[in-house]
């Protein structure tokens, strides 16, 4: 009896961590965004999409992801093929590709923020060119493109690293067997990627564009650094509900809609790039 209650004592610390920490606070959160002075209601909801900016928001939010997201997804696999073939030296890239790692979402916007100011380095560099004759105020209120650009530059330039290091971990268990038996048939570089790598790196492709992409709709603290108000996403507009108009229950609403939308986009990557049971190894 207590070898069949082992497997159900270790699973129970993380069980009360989720509980405590994830499921209790969903609850919370749910409720508030479907209630309203202590009755049920789906204001909340309305109040959120009948805002001026919820559309802009919106389009902001999944156009940033649709931009970044393949990018990133292109740049990780080059990275994480170039550092599974190195024979030495493996560490030291692996190292400075990850370095964006342990730089915080706040820290890479104002990084990028130095870059783009009106007395930054860009501007400094066009000057000392002779390309301007006078600082251009990239960032304005006015260059809704530019901020977007530079919010998309620091995003991929981030987070890019994330996804390489889940790649690079998915090429590691790719069998050399299957590269040596594809090279003995002939086949290209490109193609023992595309037949080879590709297929059998779908899992690992699989939880890097999940996380990803999850990650793409909680974008903030870049877009706070670098646009302010100007580059309006939705996990910006929960925060403007919550502590600027101090309304929690409309801040929660669009908290669930930000879950509901990675959600959604988890169950379709997840039938999208599900693995067949004879392609697992």
Not at 106 to 131: E, K, P
Not at 262 to 281: G, Y
């Amino acid at each position: 009896m207590h070898g069949k209650a082992l497997p159900y004592l270790l699973l129970m610390p993380a069980t009360l961590f989720l509980c405590i920490f994830f499921l209790y606070p969903f609850a919370l959160v749910a409720f508030e965004a479907v209630t309203r002075d202590g009755a049920f209601t789906l204001d909340n909801f309305r109040t959120m999409a009948g805002s001026w900016k919820f559309p802009v928001t919106v389009r902001n939010t999944v156009l940033l992801a649709a931009i970044v997201v393949p990018i990133q997804l292109t740049m990780a696999l080059l990275m994480a093929s170039v550092v599974s073939r190195l024979e030495t030296g493996r560490g030291a890239a692996l190292y400075v590709f990850a370095i964006p790692l342990g730089i915080s979402d706040l820290a890479a916007g104002l990084i990028w923020l130095a870059i783009f100011d009106q007395s930054g380095f860009l501007n400094t560099l066009l000057s000392s060119l002779g390309v301007i004759d006078r600082p251009v105020m990239f960032l304005g209120y006015q260059s809704k493109l530019t901020i977007f650009i530079a919010v998309a530059l620091a995003e991929i330039w981030r987070a890019t690293a994330i996804m390489m290091v889940i790649l690079v971990a998915g090429m590691g268990l790719i069998p050399k067997e299957y590269y040596e038996a594809a090279e003995v048939f002939g086949a290209s570089p490109w193609q023992r990627f595309v037949r080879v790598t590709l297929p059998l790196l779908r899992p690992s492709l699989q939880t890097a564009i999940i996380l990803r992409v999850i990650l793409a709709f909680e974008v903030f603290a870049v877009v706070a650094a670098l646009g302010g108000t100007n580059l309006p996403v939705l996990m910006g507009e929960t925060y403007n509900w919550q502590f600027t108009l101090q309304d929690r229950n409309v801040a929660a609403a669009s908290a669930l809609l930000i879950l509901a939308i990675s959600i959604a986009f988890t169950l379709f990557f997840l039938r999208v790039l599900r693995v067949p049971k004879e392609a697992r190894i």
